[in-house]
């Protein structure tokens, strides 16, 4: 959905990516028309290095764009719908540099704008990466709807940054208006996190998983993804196996772990995601070989070329319930599997992940179930 902000910089044409006519969902909202809105009435002083933090689809840095922005982002979707916006907008693609997560921050920021992200995990490992360049003068503003703004949302910033208050809610939004204090002892950063798996799930029974801020399910071993491992395929005779929406990497690890052979390639769209994958791999100390990929699902992968595809589908995007995503996992891993090549898929039962396998592949088959998960497998037909 192409859609119109009006902003104090101007009106913006702005959409998510990939562009999805049946999707009705749009690239901005209320929290941030409310920080931008702040910025302008309160002639806020936009110089120096303005960083912007988990700006969703680019909407701040593209309003921003006159005050070269700095975005710091998780998401690979994420950067694309900003350099696509930048350029729906006239921008030219240099007024704004675009860094990831795991990019080494700015050495001195004066204004930082946050757009709190869903995870508070991956506020508090980038509040704490960007605070020692923050200053006593840096601006920070915070900005968020009412629901994703708690008790905790507020005190990460109070014990990295300073005193921290909010604003009246507008829309359903709230702004974080936070006082830096340089002086402040900051908490050590107690990501990336790793610890060992528990016994009984296969190849990586007892053996270390690494997980950087944000990553799905970074502190436990997750129910669904357990049941997987339970039932992962043999993959003898198998050359290429892709762990598709990765995470931290435990489902390909496995898979390499059991047979040195494959060859993986861990991918997501997180950039936090494929840096935990490869960690998690290298941890393993896994013979064989492996390719890290950040990107949108199977995009680039060459068609025909993979043997296995493995696949835990997400169902949110930023808060909302879509199944869009899963789709389109399941669409480019028909076209990137051989004939005869195989997708398996774990999913909550009443997700109803066969419906579409049917769909797509002409079959899918039960491989297990227990009264909550499913494991799924599609084979393509030549
Ligand atoms: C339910 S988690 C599964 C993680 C891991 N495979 C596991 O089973 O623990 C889904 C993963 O898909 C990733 N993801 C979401 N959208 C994606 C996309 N368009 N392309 C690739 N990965 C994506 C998320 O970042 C997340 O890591």
């Given at each position: 959905?192409?859609?119109?902000?009006?902003?104090?910089?101007?009106?913006?044409?702005?959409?998510?990516?990939?562009?999805?006519?049946r999707e009705?969902l749009?690239?901005?909202?209320?929290?941030?028309?409310?920080?931008?809105?702040?910025l302008?009435?309160?002639?806020?002083?936009?110089?120096?290095?303005?960083?912007?933090?988990?700006?969703?689809?680019?909407?701040?840095?593209?309003?921003l764009?006159?005050?070269?922005?700095?975005?710091?982002?998780?998401?690979?979707?994420?950067?694309?719908?900003?350099?696509?916006?930048l350029?729906?907008?006239?921008?030219?693609?240099?007024?704004?540099?675009?860094?990831?997560?795991q990019?080494p921050?700015p050495?001195?920021?004066?204004?930082?704008?946050?757009?709190?992200?869903?995870?508070?995990?991956?506020?508090?490992?980038?509040?704490?990466?960007?605070?020692?360049?923050?200053?006593a003068?840096?601006?920070?503003?915070?900005?968020?709807?009412?629901?994703?703004i708690?008790?905790?949302t507020?005190?990460?910033?109070?014990?990295?940054?300073?005193?921290?208050?909010?604003?009246?809610?507008?829309?359903?939004?709230?702004?974080i208006?936070?006082?830096?204090?340089?002086?402040?002892?900051?908490?050590?950063?107690p990501?990336?996190y790793?610890?060992?798996?528990?016994?009984?799930?296969?190849?990586?029974?007892?053996?270390?998983?690494?997980?950087?801020?944000?990553?799905?399910?970074?502190?436990?071993?997750?129910i669904?993804?357990?049941?997987f491992?339970r039932?992962?395929?043999?993959?003898?005779?198998?050359?290429?196996?892709?762990?598709?929406?990765?995470?931290?990497?435990?489902?390909?690890?496995?898979?390499?772990?059991?047979?040195?052979?494959?060859?993986?390639?861990?991918?997501?769209?997180?950039?936090?995601?494929?840096a935990?994958?490869?960690?998690t791999?290298?941890?393993?100390?896994?013979?064989?070989?492996?390719?890290?990929?950040?990107?949108?699902?199977?995009?680039?992968?060459?068609?025909?070329?993979?043997?296995?595809?493995?696949?835990?589908?997400?169902?949110?995007?930023?808060?909302?319930?879509?199944?869009?995503?899963?789709?389109?996992?399941?669409t480019g891993?028909?076209?990137?599997?051989?004939?005869?090549?195989?997708?398996w898929?774990?999913?909550?039962?009443?997700?109803?992940?066969?419906?579409?396998?049917?769909?797509?592949?002409?079959?899918?088959?039960?491989?297990?179930?227990?009264p909550?998960?499913?494991?799924?497998?599609?084979?393509?037909?030549?």
């Open positions: 959905m192409n859609d119109r902000m009006t902003t104090p910089w101007g009106e913006l044409a702005l959409a998510r990516h990939p562009e999805d006519p009705r749009r690239a901005w909202d209320a929290s941030d028309a409310y920080l931008l809105r702040h302008a009435e309160q002639g806020t002083p936009l110089s120096g290095t303005v960083v912007v933090l988990g700006d969703r689809w680019g909407a701040l840095v593209t309003a764009a006159r005050h070269r922005p700095t975005q710091i982002t998780d998401s690979w979707l994420g950067q694309e719908a900003t350099r696509a916006n350029a729906r907008n006239g921008v030219e693609p240099g007024s704004v540099r675009l860094l990831t997560t990019d921050p050495e001195r920021i004066d204004v930082l704008l946050v757009r709190v992200p869903k995870s508070l995990a991956l506020l508090e490992d980038q509040l704490l990466r960007l605070a020692p360049s923050v200053h003068d840096t601006v920070v503003v915070g900005t968020g709807m009412v629901k994703e708690h008790t905790s507020l005190q990460l910033f109070e014990r990295i940054l300073g005193p921290t208050r909010t604003s009246l809610a507008q829309q359903k939004a709230r702004l208006l936070c006082a830096p204090d340089p002086s402040l002892e900051r908490p050590v950063n990501w990336p790793g610890y060992d798996l528990p016994e009984d799930i296969g190849p990586l029974s007892g053996r270390p998983v690494v997980n950087h801020a944000g990553v799905f399910c970074a502190d436990r071993l997750d669904g993804t357990r049941f491992l039932h992962l395929p043999e993959t003898r005779g198998a050359r290429r196996v892709v762990d598709l929406g990765c995470g931290n990497g435990i489902v390909g690890t496995a898979v390499a772990l059991a047979d040195p052979q494959v060859e993986v390639l861990f991918t997501d769209e997180s950039y936090q995601a494929v935990s994958a490869e960690a791999y290298r941890a393993n100390g896994v013979p064989g070989h492996a390719e890290f990929r950040v990107g949108d699902g199977l995009a680039g992968v060459p068609d025909g070329s993979v043997d296995v595809v493995l696949n835990n589908p997400p169902f949110h995007s930023h808060q909302a319930t879509t199944d869009a995503t899963a789709w389109r996992m399941f891993a028909r076209r990137a599997l051989r004939p005869g090549g195989e997708l898929v774990v999913g909550n039962r009443h997700l109803g992940y066969h419906v579409k396998l049917r769909r797509l592949f002409g079959n899918s088959q039960l491989v297990a179930g227990d909550k998960f499913v494991v799924l497998k599609a084979v393509k037909r030549g």
